[in-house]
């Protein structure tokens, strides 16, 4: 069967290790765990960017943050850039969201070319190039929203409903508000049908249902399990520490031999309360319960893709934006170049018959958040664009034709924004971090003169121990150097010809009138 629709669903910071299908001991995840049994589970994927705007960049143009540059939250992504959305209307087809992008206009390029606020190309630049279903970004309140009206309807009474009810509880003591994290033990006020990820869940199934036999390629984007961590009833309680995995973190890691950078993310607010005990069994609980939530409201879109007939031409991904640290490592939040935070859940369900024989496999070879677009590119026959797409299509490995395959993941984080960086004295400007993690090692290159850092995966897959000044291994980290290098030398830089017009370029300019160097 040809691939007509793509269903591409993102959770937000929803961690690799969060799911039964990848071994969690207690969070059961049937719904997840019923599309890796359908398709493939890359055991192996990486994002790349431990920050939702950058890592979602990426996943949006295929293309790795050193090309695209938006390097960070509220760093827009230029109006240069081409997105899926622009790709898919390249091709007479359109790109809807539902759910959260993390996009942002660029003003200043819009301003620069003068377009017209009024105008449709400026609506569209302004989301990226979706075509909006209903957008909801769950980071503050958004009290002109959509999803604010509908809660309006449903009788909560306020201007700024997703504050007053939606990340607020019903405490003993009276409503009490989701930011602080200690409340994320009390249920929320807004009945479970009313959450986020119920209202999401159902603005992509309505969207299915009317797109009839039309072909139709949704984004939907769920802003959960991100903070801040409450959860309607019942999944508030159903979860208790003990229910949770232990926490990764050792006492070498916050000593002086501590790398300068990751001590300074340790004394920032979050990571110096989730190095509370009572935080991290307050918090984890509740994180468990949203994913247990919204794995429950995935089941509802599987059921509405039965009913309607659409496993058997749906191209289906299920991925996270980055994970979160939770108190491993002594932080909280996201950031750096840890597993719980850069690898992430990334399920794909292919329906062609070419892909029967790897359906319920795990795939242990490296996947990228920057796969997905030619991933879709190459399941709907659409141009490839190889002269702006750093990612690989995932098809040759679904359909058991893929031969040589990258042997690394890149990621990259551009630190600047965080208080980290003015307490270790640096002005503001370029300071940035990439991570090269091969199947054995993990090596971080800092700029700002910082040391490396470099973790043996093989001895210590829980990333406690630092080897970035160990005098022995300078060898090993020449080796990742040089990979980082050979990495950066392939990132796509030439962007507005294609390799088609680049060849048809070559050595013609006698035909073009020019005759240099004749005698």
Known sequence: MTVRNVLFVMADQLRWDHMSCAGHPHLRTPNMDALAALGVRFNQAYVQSGICGPSRMSYYTGRYVSSHGATHNRVPLSIGEVTLGWHLREAGRTLALAGKTHMLPDA???????????????????????????????????????????????????????????????????PRSGWKMRNARYPSRVKEEHSETAYTADVGIRFMEEQGENPWVLHLSFVKPHWPYIVPAPYHAMFGPEDCLPVVRGESERGPEAHPVLREFQN?????????????????????????????????????????????????VFCSDHGDYLGDHWLGEKELFHDCIQRVPFLLYDPSPEADATRGTVEERFAEAVDVVPTVLAALGLDPAE?????????????????????????????????????????????????????????????????????????????????????????????????????????????????????????????????????
Request: charged share 30%; glycine share 8%; net charge negative.
């Open 108 to 174: 200043r390029g819009q301003k620069r070319l003068e377009v017209d606020g009024a105008s449709e190309l400026k609506v569209l630049l302004d989301e990226g190039w979706f075509t909006l279903v209903d957008r909801h970004d769950g980071h503050h309140g958004e009290p002109d929203s959509a999803y604010a009206d509908w809660l309006r309807a449903k009788g909560y009474d306020s201007r700024d409903p997703w504050t007053d009810y939606v990340i607020a509880v019903d405490s003993p003591d009276g």
């Open 268 to 316: 920032e607010e979050v990571a110096r309360n989730f190095a509370r005990d009572e935080t991290i069994g307050t918090v984890r609980p509740a994180y468990q319960g949203l994913i247990a939530q919204l794995d429950h409201h995935l089941g509802r879109v599987w059921e509405a893709m039965e009913r309607l007939g659409r496993w058997k031409d749906t191209l289906v």
């Open 387 to 519: 002269h702006l797409v750093d990612g690989r299509s995932l098809l040759p490995i679904t359909r058991g034709t893929a031969t040589a395959w990258r042997d690394m993941a890149v990621s990259e984080l551009d630190w600047t924004f965080r208080g980290a960086r003015r307490r270790l004295g640096l002005p503001t400007g370029h300071h940035h971090a990439w991570m090269v993690r091969t199947e054995r090692w993990k090596y971080v290159h800092w700029t700002d003169g910082l040391r490396p850092m470099l973790f043996d995966l093989e001895a210590d897959p829980e990333e406690l121990h630092d080897l970035g000044a160990d005098p022995s291994l300078e060898a090993v980290r020449q080796e990742m150097r040089e990979r980082l290098l050979a990495w950066f030398q392939g990132l796509k830089r030439r962007t507005t010809l294609t390799w088609a017009e680049a060849e048809l370029r070559t050595d013609r300019h006698k035909a073009a009138g020019v005759f240099y160097g004749e005698w």
